[in-house]
């Protein structure tokens, strides 16, 4: 993301190496590298990194919005459902989320993650937030 962004990233999505790479349409793409520090068995993602990816993005994508519009408020998982559909292999990885809804309250995202192509995601999450 360019630089001068106020978007902190948890020290657990650090720890993964998960980075913001760029911005698209206002919301931030995150990346991680393949390594020791996100391999399951050899040569794959784990799918616990797999999720904290997609975890990650999208809090991230929540986070910018609402700074954007002013808000502040503490954000609590209500439900994250993840969607495993090819194994991630030793290969940099990204994520997306889309905001799908947002109310006072309440929001509701969509996250994909991919590796070569965009139009073939190695996994999928839907995020119910609530915002105290």
Do not use: C
Not at 6 to 25: K, N, P, Q
Not at 85 to 106: D, E, H, P, V, Y
Request: glycine letters at 10%; zero cysteines; proline letters at 4%.
């Amino acid at each position: 993301m360019t630089e001068g962004s106020s978007l902190e990233l948890t020290a657990y999505a650090r720890s993964l190496g998960i980075e913001v790479e760029r911005e698209e349409d206002g919301l931030p793409v995150l990346a991680v590298d393949f390594g020791r520090n996100v391999e399951g068995r050899p040569g794959h993602f784990h799918g616990g990194a797999t999720a904290g990816l997609l975890e990650t993005a999208g809090y991230a994508a929540l986070r910018t919005r609402l700074l954007a519009e002013g808000r502040e408020p503490q954000l609590k998982p209500i439900n994250i459902t993840v969607q495993y559909l090819s194994a991630g292999r030793q290969k940099r990885t990204f994520a997306l989320a889309r905001i799908t809804r947002l109310g006072r309250r309440n929001a509701n995202l969509t996250v994909e993650a991919w590796q070569d192509d965009r139009t073939r995601p190695i996994a999928s999450a839907v995020m119910n937030i609530l915002m105290a």
